[in-house]
């Protein structure tokens, strides 16, 4: 099945959620997870326990090692991450071509700002997000455009793989 699933959103906004309770979680590569594997758990300057943005550089560099290996098989794939940027979905313009696989977008942008903040604060002491790294991550989001060889399903459609 050559179909590449990514999500994109804010934290807090269900991307983590829906991918586990529509039981994608063994096809998922997770951003979150990924930097945790890089980087033990930290105390921020304000006395929170945080994981460390400093990796993101070798993180992105695994997903797309990763996800390459998995497209060589031919198998499902899940990018579980937040795809604020436009830039970020070039990564996976040359590995779609080169493997012949659909692309789909969970897209869970239209979950409102205040939603997630709220959200995150529900969250483990680990998982939330410092509230200006939400608004920098909105306005990015806001700007985002999402190039036309990426289907798109809102987050209360249901998609057909």
Not at 119 to 127: A, C, I, K
Request: glycine share 6%; with cysteine.
């Amino acid at each position: 099945m050559r179909i590449l699933l990514l999500t994109r959103g804010l934290p807090g906004s269900g991307k983590s959620t829906w991918i586990r309770e529509s039981g994608l979680e063994t096809y998922t590569i997770s951003t979150d997870r990924l930097r945790l594997l890089y980087s033990a758990p930290q105390l921020g300057i304000d006395g929170a326990i945080e994981v460390s943005q400093k990796v993101n550089r070798i993180i992105f560099k695994t997903l797309v090692e990763m996800l390459e290996t998995r497209m060589e098989n031919g198998d499902l794939s899940v990018i579980d991450a937040c795809h604020t940027r436009t830039a970020d979905f070039d990564k996976y313009k040359d590995l779609v071509k080169t493997y012949r696989y659909r692309v789909v977008m969970k897209d869970f942008s239209g979950v409102g700002l205040a939603e997630c903040k709220r959200r995150n604060m529900l969250r483990p002491e680990l998982e939330r997000l410092p509230e200006h790294a939400i608004d920098r991550m909105n306005r990015q989001l806001s700007q985002c455009r999402v190039p036309g060889w990426i289907q798109v399903f809102s987050h209360d459609q249901k998609i057909a793989l």
